[in-house]
């Protein structure tokens, strides 16, 4: 923005620097998960065929309503939430940073890079990236 209007073709930066100048980050992907946690019971390698001995694709077309009309491409907009059981709950950035900082990040759809730095790339459909910058 220059005046009143913004521009076209144009770039911006800034520059931050000084030896109490702190950067950190923190990434996370996935949805809001919603239903009851359930334990996958039949699959074999990538297929999942039951969720809790029951059939998996009928679970998900009970969830999915009207939308299941469209499967397979409305599984893109709600997608199964899996998990190790040795995972713990993310804490939150708010409680993290605390009520009086300022938050800002981006937000991506489909990105696609390592779940962890020695894994494959894996589709993470939605990811939330959040930067903090602060002077020690």
């Known amino acids: 923005m220059t005046g009143e209007r913004a521009e076209t073709a144009a770039a911006a930066a800034v520059g931050l620097y000084g030896h109490r100048l702190r ?6 992907g996935g949805w809001d998960p ?16 039951e969720l809790d001995g ?5 679970l998900y077309e009970e969830y999915l309503g009207e939308h299941a ?6 599984g893109l907009l709600f997608p199964l939430s899996l998990r190790r ?6 804490p939150g950035v708010r409680e993290v940073v ?7 990040g981006f937000y991506s759809y489909r990105e696609i890079s390592p779940f962890t730095p020695s894994a494959r ?16």
């Open 69 to 74: 009309a469209g499967l397979p491409a409305t």
């Open 98 to 104: 605390g009520p009086s900082a300022a938050l800002t």
């Open 34 to 49: 919603f239903g009851p946690e359930r334990t996958i019971t039949r699959s074999t390698g990538n297929v999942l065929y």
């Open 121 to 136: 790339c894996e589709l993470h459909n939605q990811t939330m990236t959040v930067t903090l910058l602060s002077e020690s």
């Open 85 to 90: 059981g040795d995972e713990a709950g993310d």
């Open 23 to 28: 950067v950190g980050f923190g990434s996370l």
């Open 54 to 58: 029951r059939s998996a694709l009928a």
